[in-house]
T-cell receptor, first 114, second 112 residues
Framework: DQQVKQNSPSLSVQEGRISILNCDYT??????FLWYKKYPAEGPTFLIS?????DKNEDGRFTVFLNKSAKHLSLHIVPSQPGDSAVYFC?????????????FGKGTLLTVNP | AAGVIQSPRHLIKEKRETATLKCYPI?????VYWYQQGPGQDPQFLIS???????DKGSIPDRFSAQQFSDYHSELNMSSLELGDSALYFC???????????FGPGTRLTVL
């Protein structure tokens, strides 16, 4: 079963507008969430993370929101730039007992059009 | 800044052969994770090491083994390779003060 779900395989956005990528999880033991960006033939690049004790974390153009009751998080990119075009993976970990191993969603391909 | 180094970047093997993938962590990172990403799939956790000891194990076949050495680099050994082992293999490392894992560029293994 997929414990981390990214239900949108792709998203297309105009340059300058907001990109919103969504992620849902089912395992209530997850308490740390991360977003990675991946270009073809490269490893995932860490973008931003959030602990379950927070509901928002912001870093420049990137903001992650966490709704624990809904087991939902989202990544907002504003303004979107063509260089943001990549696959975005949502990942989750249980810091309590699993040594932070990551469980990934299947990714969302973001295309930012000039 | 120094990043995670993986070698080789590409590897082609025949069925039933063996392969060794290497991972060199970011300096002062003491935890290493291995992930496998099949075509069109999300990365799947295989195994991790902390301070040279295995710390967790995921969906790693018995044909695979791994270890972390005194200099903290890690090697993933794969034997009796099967066609289904063709994938991208990522190594990620984490420092003691961080919760984030930083990934290497990956090794693309092709089994013919």
């Amino acid at each position: 079963d997929q414990q981390v779900k990214q239900n949108s395989p792709s998203l297309s956005v105009q340059e300058g507008r907001i990109s919103i990528l969504n992620c849902d999880y089912t395992n209530s033991m997850f308490d740390y969430f991360l977003w990675y960006k991946k270009y073809p033939a490269e490893g995932p690049t860490f973008l931003i993370s959030i602990s379950s004790i927070k509901d928002k974390n912001e870093d420049g153009r990137f903001t992650v929101f966490l709704n624990k009751s809904a087991k939902h998080l989202s990544l907002h990119i504003v303004p979107s730039q063509p260089g943001d075009s990549a696959v975005y993976f949502c990942a989750a970990s249980d810091s309590g007992g699993s040594n932070y191993k990551l469980t990934f969603g299947k990714g969302t391909l973001l295309t930012v059009n000039p | 800044a120094a990043g995670v180094i993986q070698s080789p970047r590409h590897l082609i093997k025949e069925k039933r052969e063996t392969a060794t993938l290497k991972c060199y962590p970011i300096p002062r990172h003491d935890t290493v994770y291995w992930y496998q990403q099949g075509p069109g799939q999300d990365p799947q956790f295989l195994i991790s090491f902390y301070e040279k000891m295995q710390s967790d194990k995921g969906s790693i076949p018995d044909r695979f083994s791994a270890q972390q050495f005194s200099d903290y680099h890690s090697e993933l050994n794969m034997s009796s390779l099967e066609l289904g082992d063709s994938a991208l293999y990522f190594c990620a490392t984490k420092g003691v003060s961080y919760n984030e894992q930083f990934f290497g560029p990956g090794t693309r293994l092709t089994v013919l």
